[in-house]
Structure formats: C-alpha cells, structure tokens
C-alpha cells in the first residue's frame, strides 16, 4: 500500500472499495469510471457490436475448435460487481490483443476496423478506472484467447477466414459483456 492512497467506502459509487491503494486514481476517478459502467458502457458497447458485424460481410456459420467457456460465464454471473468490472477489463484487454494480430489477409472495412479498435481501447481505458487489483480470471482468459490464436490464426496462418471465424467469436463475447454490464446494479445516489 502507498501512504496517504486509502480508498473509502463511498455510497455513490456502484462499486465496494475495500481499502485499496491505487498509485494512478484519486477516489473520484474510481468513481467517475464506475459511475461510466452504467452510462457509458452499454452505448460504446453497442458501437462495438455494430462496427464489429459491419466492418466484413456476413458472420460465417463456421465453428472454431476452442471451446466457448461457458463456466467462465456462469461464474461471472454470479461474482460480486467489484469482480464483473475486472473480468470486463481484462476480456476487453484480451480482445485488444487479438486484434492486434496480423491482419494483412482480411478484407475488412479499415475505416470500420480502426473504429472498433479504438472503442475497444476507450471501454479498457474507462474500466481501468474502476479495476482496483488484477482479475481472478486473468489466467482462464489469458488460457483461452492464447487457445483462440494458436488453434485459429496461427494454425491457418492468419487468413482471411481465420480472421472471420475469430470475428464471430469476438461478436458472441461481445454480446455476453454487454449483458453482464447490463445486469449490474445502477448506483444508489
């Protein structure tokens, strides 16, 4: 802990804050990045489903072979708010780095591509605020977006449709934490 760097209990924020240092925020930026949760999130979230499915043609009907981590979901679910704003983050941050793969093969929009890159830094830079240590799934998602890259783009050397199998699956997540981010309660003022 830093001297002098003691978060508070605060009834305005939607999230707990059990006496946590945080080198980078004040308690207001905690605030002001939880509070975004709720008024922020779901619209960036909404711009990110949208240039997601419109930046190619059609969603393929293709299936990848890594497991959708259904478990991971339904943990989540039922984690406290303090651990469904990290698991946001860091998937966020996961697909961040997906898509900061070779994308030389893909016919994508690029306007579109650039657009949905750059909400997806703006949602992990807003969450950042509110993540007050590292997410107890860090290793599950670390786990399967690695899976994700070796078993779909670098097995098929980063093609086209490499590419399009990993935008269906980044849509699909997408849709999941947008709901999550729905479910959690808005905060009491």
Not at 22 to 34: P, R
Not at 36 to 64: C, K, P, Y
Not at 128 to 155: P, T
């Amino acid at each position: 802990m830093v001297p002098g760097r003691q978060f508070t209990e605060n009834p305005s924020c939607s999230l707990p804050v059990h006496a946590v240092s945080y080198e980078a925020l004040n308690a207001q930026d905690f605030c002001d990045g939880c509070n975004w949760i709720q008024h922020g999130f779901r619209r960036v979230s909404g711009e990110s489903l949208s240039l997601l499915s419109e930046m190619g043609g059609d969603i393929t009907d293709a299936r990848v072979h890594v497991p959708f981590p259904k478990t991971l979901y339904t943990s989540i679910h039922k984690a406290q708010v303090d651990d469904k704003v990290k698991f946001l983050h860091e998937f966020i941050d996961q697909i961040i780095k997906l898509f900061d793969g070779n994308l030389d093969a893909v016919t994508w929009n690029r306007l579109k591509l650039t657009h949905f890159r750059a909400a997806l830094h703006r949602q992990s830079g807003e969450l950042q605020k509110c993540v007050s240590s590292a997410s107890k799934y860090e290793k599950r998602l670390n786990r399967y977006f690695r899976k994700l890259k070796k078993n779909v783009l670098k097995q098929k050397k980063y093609d086209a449709h490499s590419w399009e199998l990993i935008r269906r699956e980044v849509l699909r997540h997408l849709k999941m934490l947008d709901l999550i981010s729905a479910a959690m309660k808005a905060p009491v003022n």
